[in-house]
T-cell receptor
């Protein structure tokens, strides 16, 4: 059974600080997606990474896929209140399915 | 591109009643997925379709649950004889290029 563990579960930091959240597994994934979800809404796709070691940047967000394709990280520079939300990672373990971690709930204090 | 839409957004029902949810995927997407999400958890896979064919069902999908995608476009998820444990957010997603999935806003079900 593939499991994705996200850490930390909760993170509350001041506006302007940097942060990193992690997504780890003992399984190899063919791809890794990061989503952000706000209360009462569906997850919104941020990025898909498919190659081991791949790094993608989306404005102040930097996503990295581990070399062995078992883990990923999301780094946010100069966090803003608008970054508040639930960050979910999802691993692709067959061409047609993904499994989700439980998420990291991020709160940016103004 | 209007995105994935779901209807209704919220449903409150009494235990034992049947409910049906609808999902309209992004128009050119041939794959459609249903997930369930409870508080503090990530979305859990329920079932998925490629065109009109239902290719896989999770063990989470008891025989009270049924999903259809009759013309390969919109899909419905029906829950019969609802139980309080069915209370959750039901999410629909669609994709054209795997594995990237795009989610709808979800239907929040509350069973009293």
């Amino acid at each position: 059974t593939q499991l994705l563990e996200q850490s930390p579960q909760f993170l509350s930091i001041q506006e302007g600080e940097n942060l990193t959240v992690y997504c780890n597994s003992s399984s190899v994934f063919s791809s890794l997606q990061w989503y952000r979800q706000e209360p009462g809404e569906g997850p919104v796709l941020l990025v898909t990474v498919v190659t081991g070691g791949e790094v993608k940047k989306l404005k102040r967000l930097t996503f990295q896929f581990g070399d062995a394709r078992k883990d990923s990280s999301l780094h946010i520079t100069a966090a803003q209140p608008g970054d508040t939300g639930l960050y979910l990672c999802a691993g692709g373990w067959r061409d047609d399915k993904i499994i989700f971690g439980k998420g990291t709930r991020l709160h940016i204090l103004p | 591109d209007t995105g994935v839409s779901q209807d209704p957004r919220h449903k409150i029902t009494k235990r034992g009643q049947n409910v049906t949810f609808r999902c309209d995927p992004i128009s050119e997407h041939n794959r459609l997925y249903w997930y369930r999400q409870t508080l503090g958890q990530g979305p859990e896979f329920l079932t998925y379709f490629q065109n009109e064919a239902q290719l896989e069902k999770s063990r989470l999908l008891s025989d009270r649950f049924s999903a259809e995608r009759p013309k390969g476009s919109f899909s419905t998820l029906e829950i019969q004889r609802t139980e309080q444990g069915d209370s959750a957010m039901y999410l629909c997603a669609s994709s054209f290029v795997v594995p990237t999935q795009y989610f709808g806003p979800g239907t929040r079900l509350t069973v009293l």
